[in-house]
């Protein structure tokens, strides 16, 4: 009986993972196909449309902005998410709990409409679209995501080092730098890559709040229009291969993490 139930959860387990990584394989496999349809049986394989989209400027241009946007909300969602996290965690009184669930909104409210939203509180603010203001939406859309990375690892956090930091003689300024940030900033860590991906990859809110450029994922949602070329097959394989060294990055962590919490 134990032995039919292993063999279920094998296959159960095998199916969903063929069925979600299933298509990033047919991607990768397209992407080295000589043929500029993506279609079977495989004609050949090549780097062909890898170099294509290496020498393509429109890309390297678009990349720029991208990494510069990413980094700019990088450091501005980690700061505010880990600040509002602690607001979140401990700050006393029912009322402003429930006022700092707000906070959370962009989590529950689709893209498009946090993009459309953003892009009308612009305009009737008379702010200029262009790179700020998308920083400012990407910033909106990921701190929620960087508070919830930092409010899980407070809620685990021993306050009792803080005091015991105290009695020996350590300021404010002291403890949180020697004590509560060096316990934090695993999750502190990964909230900032998470915040990086998000904008890195986020369309709708840049192409509603952005003007005079374009970001990777706008150049490739324009490039599809009149069909899906190689290079876009290309693009994708790379941010995959992007995303798994990221996530192999943060498995140590979370195999503490796991360890911790069991």
Known sequence: MRRDRHI????????LLLFSLGP????????????????????????KWYADLLTDERIWQALGSSLMIAAAVTVLSTLMGTAF??????TGGRMWRSVSVSGFLPLVVPVLVLAAALQVAFVELGLPLGYGTVVVGHTIYATPFVVLM???????Y????????????????STFRYITLPILWPSIRSGAILAFLLSFNEWAIAFFTGRGFNT????????QRNGLPPTVL??????????LTLVLFLLPFLRRMIGRAS
Request: hydrophobic share 60%; glycine share 4%; proline share 4%.
């Open 85 to 90: 996290a602690f607001v979140v965690v401990r």
């Open 150 to 156: 930092v409010v899980a690892q407070l809620y685990r």
């Open 8 to 15: 279920l959860l094998v296959a159960a387990t095998s199916f």
């Open 234 to 243: 290309a693009y994708s394989s790379l941010v995959v291969i992007l995303v």
């Open 24 to 47: 990033l394989l047919m991607v990768t496999v397209f992407s080295v196909n000589t043929s500029p349809f993506y279609a079977f049986p495989i004609k050949g394989l090549t780097l």
């Open 158 to 173: 021993d306050r009792k080092l803080d005091a015991a930091a105290r009695d020996l003689g350590a300021g404010l300024v």
């Open 216 to 223: 990777l994922p706008m150049l490739v949602y324009s490039m």
